[in-house]
Every structure is written in structure tokens, then in C-alpha cells.
């Protein structure tokens, strides 16, 4: 190979590797400061699975707002919240968080709205600017306290 040609394969190959060293350096950083965070629903006093939370953020910068941590609980009604990876937590600040609970998350069918089911809370806590539900995380916060619901009477 000619000096030319040698000098440009090691410089490709030299960063080449840089970048992967970077990128493996970038994924064991936290810019937002995930917070590892746990929780628990119940419904009429009982453990509930399947109620979806999503937190939205209040007053955060600008990479925090566009983030939505979430959770699922489980048969235990325990939850733990997702920003980019399972479980990895969420940003510390403020949430105003919205809550569902599908009635048939198992077996569901999508109609043709796209909908999964019906909400057993009849979307009284769907939207976060209207349901009531907030939370404070901070860099101390390893679980939020039990969040208790109430079914709607249906009318």
C-alpha cells in the first residue's frame, strides 16, 4: 500500500475507534440526573394492576420538558418509572402526572380509533393539567408515596 494510502487506512481506523470510545464514554453518563424511583397504586384500598402513569414535567429545562417519564404496576400495584431505559428513573423536578387503567390491558383490542380498551377511571385523571396528581422528584427520592384512587361511580 502506498504511505498515502497506509496513512489515511490508520487515520480512518484511529477515528473510527475515537467514536466508539466516545459513544461508550456518552451512554454511561446522566445529562438530566435520572432518579431511580418507585411507587405504588391502589384502587378502593387494593393493589391494581395495569394503571399507566405518565409524568409530565413542570418548570424544567428545556431537555427535561421534552421527556415523559412513565409506569405500569404490576399485580402488587408497584411501578417503577421509565424515561429511556427500563426502571432508569426520572428527572428530579416537579410532575403533574396522568393516570389510566385500561379495562382489558391483557387481551385488549385496538378499535378503530386506536383506543385499547376503556379507562376504568373514565379519564377523570387522563389529563395531567387536569387531574389533580402531582409529584416532587428530587435528587433523594427513591420512592413516591402510595397513590390512592378511587373507581367513578358510573352513572
Not at 405518565?54 to 418548570?59: A, G, K, Q, R, S
Not at 405500569?72 to 423536578?93: C, I, M, R, W
Not at 377511571?121 to 387522563?126: D, V
Not at 389529563?127 to 408515596?145: H, N
Request: one cysteine or more; charged letters at 20%.
Amino acid at each position: 500500500m502506498p504511505p498515502i494510502a497506509l496513512s489515511y487506512a490508520r487515520s480512518t481506523r484511529h477515528l473510527g475507534l475515537a467514536l466508539i470510545a466516545g459513544l461508550l464514554v456518552g451512554c454511561g453518563n446522566n445529562p438530566l440526573g435520572l432518579q431511580p424511583v418507585t411507587g405504588t397504586v391502589t384502587v378502593d384500598g387494593k393493589p391494581a394492576a395495569g394503571v399507566r402513569l405518565v409524568f409530565c414535567p413542570v418548570n424544567a429545562s428545556e431537555e427535561a420538558m421534552k421527556q415523559r417519564p412513565m409506569g405500569t404496576t404490576d399485580e402488587q400495584g408497584k411501578y417503577s418509572l421509565t424515561t429511556f431505559v427500563l426502571g432508569d428513573g426520572a428527572p428530579p423536578g416537579d410532575y403533574k402526572i396522568s393516570a389510566t387503567w385500561l379495562s382489558a390491558p391483557k387481551q385488549a383490542v385496538i378499535d378503530e380509533r386506536g383506543s385499547v380498551g376503556t379507562d376504568r377511571f373514565m379519564n377523570k385523571y387522563a389529563i395531567p393539567d387536569q387531574s389533580g396528581l402531582t409529584a416532587k422528584i428530587d435528587e433523594d427520592t427513591t420512592e413516591l408515596p402510595v397513590m390512592e384512587f378511587k373507581l367513578p361511580r358510573r352513572r
